[in-house]
Every structure is written in C-alpha cells, then in structure tokens.
C-alpha cells in the first residue's frame, strides 16, 4: 500500500517500510526444517486453493500432515469467509483429537 500523503513511502501491513523490510527477511530467511522434525504432533492445516499445497513436501517434514483446502478465497482466508474457515477449523481439529490417545 502507498503513503497517501507520502506516495514514495511504501506501507506494508500498517507498518512503514523500514519495519516490513527486516520483518520479511527475517521470515524468508527463516529455516524451519529443524522445528518440524523436533515437533511431533499431527498437523493439519486449512489453505486456500489460490497457491497449490506440496502435501508430499510437508508429509516430508511433518510427523504427520493432512490438508484441507478452502476454494474460492485468496491470500487471507480466514476473514474472506470466516464461517467456512472455522467449519473447516473446527472439523480439522475433530478428526485429530479423535485421533488421540485417550479421549
């Protein structure tokens, strides 16, 4: 988003350019491998259908990995169609607490 007062003045997220700049190569710069193998818990995340999903790439690094994909929202899901999203939330976290022992 541009300044409009400030055209030349970038604003990322509510926050100037020189906040998002660092923020940005922080999370690119970011390796998460390690993390996932530490963690050992199922995961199971709801994605839009705007980018494709590599599942096989995060069955790789998951202990265990499941998707549900939500069609018809872009980038940011969860206030595009929020009843849907916590739908899908909350049949997502159903099946793996079902999956747990002793409950």
Known sequence: MVDALNPHKVILAG???EV???C???V???DARPTLR???VPAHAVNAD???TDIEANRRHFASY???VMTGVG???MPEDATRFSELLGEAVSRLAARQPGR
């Open 24 to 26: 940005l190569r922080a």
């Open 20 to 22: 998002a700049i660092p």
């Open 28 to 30: 690119l710069s970011y």
């Open 15 to 17: 926050h100037s350019i």
């Open 66 to 68: 499941d998707v549900t």
């Open 50 to 52: 705007l980018y494709p």
């Open 75 to 77: 980038h940011y899901l």
């Open 38 to 40: 530490a963690v050992r």
